[in-house]
């Protein structure tokens, strides 16, 4: 063999080395891929035939959750509303003082106390949920006690107001990565023509923001809503119909857990159902995460 | 009438509008400047009456052997030594099995990807995951690992799934990192010859290491955090003994405070808060080590 026939031969086996990692690192991306379908069918299965046994009529129309008890009733209504009433109180709290924080740390802020504050605000999303729980449940629940006596150990409004707290990073942080993005040239010319910096803020700099900043706000609602520990905690485990923040309710995640903390046998109704309500839930915050990135992608188009 | 108040009103308020009033402007910006410093006062203030509240319940229980017991039904015997021998395992074996997949990812994503349907897929899905809660990768454990694949209800069940959740946390900040090496870099590799692995290996992932172990960190503070998908594959509330093996039955040290926080009793919200602290030091810890790494890694490059 000359030495051409080896380089030739080297040369191959470098070729065929290359192409194999990169078929390796191609199957290893694609385990977002598989993990989404993953997510899909292990939801689908038992969500059909649950639908099999439970019309969807039944699911939809009924007022009622009761499939734990002999007289059983799968109204989903009372887990998407108490969803709903924690999220929502959860958003009075993020919206506000995310976007506070946001603009403040965008436009007022100087970059050494943006460079302090940021991580410590950043500590707040790193809290482990269950602690949150904690802190909803035998220290912010008899506090608010104390201004309103009627309100029961379990209650939506404490749950919420410290799943608020937890969410506030998240609107911040993304809607300071918004504001930041606006071009300075918008400010300069509105600095031009004799604005303050809290005209500048609020007039120019978040309207032009404002795609970013629905995005956020979408994202923290997905997360409010998927949000599991606080609420299993703190806002009790009665499935009930009601729009009333001081009385225990049961979101859809709380009803997973506390079936998944039974010994619930595996293949009988009541096991599928976590299946039917996490399909519900899956739905509900894909619906929100693709909005949100809509939101992200017109942001994006206009100004990067 | 009422429409032609409207209209007078609206007048009105254009005409306080293009008032020159230099005072009241800065007045505005003056109350805004007061109310974002509460804002921020009132979030860390959150924080700093959480830590305070846990510290002072919890303290009084914190000793040697509160570490070194399993649980019991009486608040005075309990420990959690059961409960943190399974979060550093579930912490160990959701990295082993998250970290290299995520830094593949992310390498064919930076490194190989073209910009065609197959990426766009990969990259909507990993956007979307990232924001799927965490109780519903539970349920994907629960079907997956735990009845498909017949692994029970084990420590490797739950590693499995934490590493999923994580997986996302670990591409993101990757690709980060291995975005930030100068592509200069790569073209001298390339042009002595190296092939792109070669590239790769040697040239781009060295310089990637810090901003890839940091996301390593984050993704293995939330693997420590995480409690919804645990329980719902089914890990236990209450286990006297130590795992054995990656397949036996686990619990895990949220799924502990978990568990003391919902009893009734007032002790066992103190050795909950005791437990609280021990998870809040162990992040800590883990993030001071992500904070220390960073910068000697950095210098040395």
Known sequence: MSTLDISLQRQRARTFGENLIRIFLFAAANISVFTTAGIVLALATDTVSFFAEVPLWRYLTETQWTPLFANQKFGVWPLVTATLLTSFIAMLVAIPFGLVIAIYLSEFASPRLRATLKPLIEILAGVPTVVYGFFALIVVTPFLKQFIPQISSFNSLSAGLVMGVMIIPLVASLSEDALSAVPDALREGAFGLGATRFEVATRVVTPAALSGIAAAVVLALSRAVGETMIVAIAAGQNPQLTLDPTVPVMTMTSYIVQVSLGDTPYGSLSYKTIFAVGSTLFLLTFVMNILSFRFVRRFREVYE | ?301
Do not use: C
């Open chain 2, 1 to 301: 009438m009422a429409a032609e108040q409207s209209v007078k009103r609206d007048i009105l308020s254009q005409d306080l509008e293009f008032r020159p009033s230099p005072q009241a402007r800065r007045l505005r910006s003056f109350i805004f400047l007061i109310l974002s410093n509460l804002a921020v006062i009132i979030a860390l203030g959150t924080l700093i009456i959480l830590i305070a509240d846990v510290l002072i319940s919890g303290t009084p229980w914190l000793n040697l052997d509160f570490l070194t017991r399993a649980d019991s039904r009486f608040p005075n015997r309990a420990g959690i030594q059961v409960a943190l021998v399974g979060t550093l395992y579930m912490m160990a074996l959701t990295i082993v099995i998250a970290l290299p997949l995520g830094v593949m990812s992310a390498i064919y994503l930076e490194e190989y990807a073209g910009k065609d349907w197959t990426t766009q897929l990969i990259e909507v899905n990993i956007n979307n995951l990232a924001a799927v809660p965490s109780v519903i990768y539970g349920l994907l454990g629960l079907q997956l690992f735990v009845r498909w694949l017949g692994m029970g209800r084990s420590i490797l069940a739950g590693a499995l799934t934490m590493a999923l959740v994580v997986l996302p946390i670990i591409i993101v900040a990757s690709r980060e990192a291995i975005r930030a090496v100068p592509q200069s870099f790569r073209e001298a590799s390339l042009a002595l010859g190296a092939t792109r692995w070669q590239t790769i290996w040697n040239h781009v992932l060295p310089y990637a290491l810090p901003g890839i172990l940091t996301g390593n960190i984050l993704a293995a503070s939330r693997a420590i955090g995480e409690t919804a998908p645990l329980i719902t594959i089914g890990a236990l509330t209450f286990v006297p003994f130590l795992p054995r093996d990656i397949l036996d039955r686990f619990t895990v040290l949220p799924i502990l405070i978990f568990n003391w926080t919902s009893k009734p009793q007032r002790e066992f919200h103190d050795i909950a808060a005791a437990g609280i602290i021990v998870l809040l030091g162990t992040l800590l810890l883990l993030n001071a080590v992500a904070v220390l790494l960073r910068a000697k890694l950095q210098k040395r490059y």
